[in-house]
């Protein structure tokens, strides 16, 4: 079972990436009455919240002539222009109501900076702005890191190959996970975190306490 040096981290469980949202995940719903159980083993549990301002560098709207889902060039490298989503303070940045995780630690907000968007819980999409994520798990003493949540192609497989190279054991636990999977983007995430020495397990093997 998961001990003292584990946390399990929950990306971007927001209403705006459910179903009905401004950038749902194909049944991202479903994931979330399973989290509580799961989370209710790790006695450090982090949150993560996409928070961007109104403004954001990653809204479609903000760059003419571009499309939804258009991959353009900005100053930190490759940027999918995505709908407006996640606006601080808005009910689509909210957490999902049924996330039953009342004794996380703390939620780690990014892509709060309007020019630098941020996938990963851990390392700004500029691969040079750090949230402080790393040191302060390393602080509580955390080595192995757990990761669902949304989206798997994105913010997960970023904040996975981001713990990795942070020096932290990282595990997906993959039915808590859901994707995007924009023109084979999970297939090539899958593989990014493979390459990376990321685990798939699931949250079957993990409550049962079949996961070494």
């Not at 749902?24 to 949150?47: H, K, M, S």
């Not at 689509?92 to 996330?99: C, D, K, T």
């Not at 990761?147 to 942070?166: E, H, K, P, Q």
């Not at 390459?195 to 409550?207: C, H, K, N």
Request: charged content about 15%.
């Amino acid at each position: 079972m998961p001990g003292a040096r584990d946390c399990l981290l929950v990306v971007d469980v927001q209403n705006d990436f459910l179903p009905g949202g401004a950038l749902a995940v194909p049944r991202g719903d479903e994931i979330v009455p399973a989290i509580g159980p799961l989370a209710r083993l790790f006695a450090t549990v982090v949150l993560t919240q996409d928070w961007h301002p109104a403004d954001h560098v990653s809204f479609a709207v903000h760059h003419p002539g571009r499309a939804l889902f258009e991959t353009i060039a900005l100053p930190y490298g490759p940027q999918v222009l995505w709908p407006v989503h996640c606006v601080q303070e808005s009910p689509g940045a909210a957490l999902a109501e049924g996330l039953d995780v009342p004794h996380a630690a703390m939620i780690q907000r990014k892509g709060c900076h309007t020019a630098i968007d941020s996938y990963s819980a851990f390392l700004e999409a500029d691969r040079a702005t750090v949230t402080g994520l790393a040191g302060w798990l390393k602080a509580r003493g955390v080595e192995r890191v757990f990761i669902c949540g949304l989206a798997t192609d994105f913010c997960v497989a970023w904040t996975a190959g981001d713990a990795r190279a942070a020096g932290f054991e990282t595990v997906v636990v993959e039915d808590l996970c859901r994707a995007i999977d924009l023109d084979g983007s999970l297939a090539a995430a899958w593989a990014a975190m493979g390459a990376a020495g990321v685990i798939r397990a699931t949250s079957a093997e993990i409550l049962s306490g079949a996961f070494g």
